[in-house]
C-alpha cells in the first residue's frame, strides 16, 4: 500500500513551501514529486526520501532503518531513498530541512540522467 488520504493530505501541507506537490500511484506505493521531479516514495504511510553521495551524511538518522527496496529474482535491491524518521513528523522545519536535501538530490540524478542522455520514466519524450 502507498499512500492513505490523510497522510496524502499532510505530506501535501507540509510540502507546500518547496513548490507544486504532486503524488501518484507507482507499482504499489505512492511517488512524491516536487515540480515534477520526484523526491520521495510512500510505502504504508511510510515517507522515504531520495539519498545520494552528497546529501547521505545529513540522512545518518535514517540509515538506522532499511532503505525501500524490492525483490527481484530472489535478490533484494536496495533503492536510494531512505525512511524520514518518525519523530520529523512532528518537527515540520526540520522534515522541510530533509525535503529540501531530498530534492537537491532528485535534481542531481535529474541532471546527471539528461547528460547522459538516459531519460527518466517521467520525462517527456524527445522528438
Not at 512524491?32 to 547521505?56: A, E, H, K, P, W
Not at 547528460?115 to 527518466?120: D, F, L, N
Request: hydrophobic share 40%; aromatic share 8%; glycine share 6%.
Amino acid at each position: 500500500m502507498g499512500a492513505s488520504a490523510s497522510f496524502t493530505e499532510f505530506l501535501s501541507e507540509q510540502l507546500a513551501p518547496l513548490g507544486r506537490i504532486t503524488m501518484r500511484r507507482m507499482f504499489g506505493k505512492t511517488g512524491v514529486f516536487c515540480n515534477g521531479l520526484m523526491l520521495g516514495i510512500v510505502s504504508d504511510d511510510t515517507l522515504y526520501l531520495r539519498v545520494d553521495d552528497q546529501n547521505r551524511a545529513s540522512f545518518k538518522e535514517a540509515e538506522a532503518a532499511p532503505p525501500l527496496s524490492y525483490v527481484k529474482k530472489g535478490l533484494t535491491i536496495d533503492l536510494a531513498y531512505w525512511p524520514l524518521p518518525d519523530r520529523l513528523l512532528d518537527e515540520p522545519d526540520e522534515f522541510l530541512a530533509w525535503a529540501r536535501a531530498a530534492l537537491a538530490a532528485a535534481r542531481r540524478v535529474a541532471a546527471t540522467r539528461e547528460r547522459s542522455g538516459k531519460r527518466s520514466p517521467t520525462s517527456p519524450r524527445r522528438t
